[in-house]
């Protein structure tokens, strides 16, 4: 089984740049799924991007195209989120997940993932 560390949250400024990091142990990385989910206060678990054990895929939520990028690097174990032009609409506690079946489907769904960090707090000041 995997355990999942996110870090990289913090505060910024309207516009600024956060980059997420979430590091994978006990398990064999490149063997799942992965994804990024935010929470914000007194909302819904929503589903931010996504990205396939190779990493030659990768997915994300409308409002997340063209400022976030996932990737990964299956060498480090470990799982990335650059956040750029970040909004207030953008603070959320940020959480990694990881899927563990074969197929790598409904990547949007928090319920396909087994494995979830306990999350990293990014709060977008205006």
């Known amino acids: 089984q995997v355990q999942l560390v996110e870090s990289g949250g913090g505060l910024v400024q309207t516009g600024g740049s956060l980059r997420l990091s979430c590091a994978a142990s006990g398990g064999t990385f490149r063997n799942y799924g992965m994804g990024w989910f935010r929470q914000a206060l007194g909302k819904e678990r929503e589903f931010v991007a996504a990205?396939?054990?190779?990493?030659?895929?990768?997915y994300y939520a409308d409002s997340m195209k063209g400022r976030f990028t996932i990737s990964r690097d299956n060498a480090k174990n470990t799982e990335y989120l650059q956040m750029n032009s970040l909004k207030p609409e953008d603070t959320a506690v940020y959480y990694c997940?990881?899927?563990?079946?074969?197929?790598?489907?409904?990547?949007?769904?928090?319920?396909?993932?087994?494995?979830w960090g306990q999350g990293t707090q990014v709060t977008v000041s205006s």
């Open positions: 990205i396939t054990r190779s990493g030659g895929a990768t």
């Open positions: 997940a990881a899927d563990s079946a074969p197929w790598f489907t409904n990547i949007r769904v928090k319920e396909t993932y087994d494995y």
